[in-house]
């Protein structure tokens, strides 16, 4: 079974639907991340957590709010979607004493916004 | 200007070539130095990573990193078509915990 998984792994939506990203992880790290990739402009950082009870913003975080409902989940929620946030979203785990800081990612999921 | 750049390709070569994908950074206080690769609709994953300047070898991939210059590459030698996936760097300084990724460079081996 995958270490990191999401659901769903396609959606499509219509603009102003309020919908959810859902991440769960099987490696028992402590830090979840949400990423989105766009073609052309690689990974940008939505929101992080280093534990449960910490939530950062990232790079890009308009428009979103995060989760985190326990170790192993980290939900990314959109209030009302647009279609500039169609865009593969992955989420990712990493351990501090792992070399590197070492990113862990999900499979992904592909969101089209209309 | 991004704090990591990297030319997004494509990159299109013959099968059992050799291949240099490159990065430059701006932040001189980066110190790890990571390639992930990531296949068509799959997520990144960890290829090679090193910590400051020199190389590092791991079967046909190398990974440079010359911090004088600001410039960190990825050679893969004898290039398979099961290579043919986009190439994104990462770096990051040492306690920061928040790597910072290069747009990535897409690669094609034709056979």
């Known amino acids: 079974d995958a270490d990191v998984t999401q659901t769903p792994r396609n959606r499509i939506t219509k603009t102003g639907k309020r919908i959810m990203l859902e991440c769960s992880q099987t490696?028992?790290?402590?830090?979840m991340y949400w990423y989105r990739q766009d073609p052309g402009l690689g990974l940008q950082l939505i929101y992080y957590?280093?534990?449960?009870?910490?939530?950062n913003k990232g790079e890009i975080s308009d428009g979103y709010s995060v989760s985190r409902q326990a170790q192993a989940k980290f939900s990314l929620s959109l209030e009302s979607a647009i279609p500039n946030q169609t865009a593969l979203y992955f989420c990712?785990?990493?351990?501090?004493?792992?070399?590197?800081?070492?990113?862990?990612f999900g499979p992904g999921t592909r969101l089209t916004v209309l | 200007q991004k704090e990591v750049e990297q030319d997004p390709g494509p990159l299109s070569v013959p099968e059992g070539a050799i291949v240099s994908l490159n990065c430059t950074y701006s932040?001189?206080?980066?110190?790890?130095f990571m390639w992930y690769r990531q296949y068509s609709r799959k997520g990144p994953e960890l290829l090679m990573y090193?910590?400051?300047?020199g190389n590092k070898e791991d079967g046909r991939f190398t990974a440079q990193v010359d911090k004088s210059s600001k410039y960190i590459s990825l050679f893969i030698r004898d290039s398979q078509p099961s290579d043919s996936a986009t190439y994104l760097c990462?770096?990051?300084?040492?306690?920061?915990?928040?790597?910072?990724f290069g747009r990535g460079t897409s690669l094609i081996v034709h056979p």
């Open positions: 990712a785990t990493s351990d501090p004493g792992g070399p590197a800081d070492t990113q862990y």
């Open positions: 490696k028992g790290h402590d830090r």
């Open positions: 957590s280093f534990d449960v009870k910490d939530i």
């Open positions: 932040n001189s206080a980066f110190q790890y």
């Open positions: 090193t910590y400051s300047s």
């Open positions: 990462a770096m990051n300084g040492r306690g920061s915990y928040i790597p910072t």
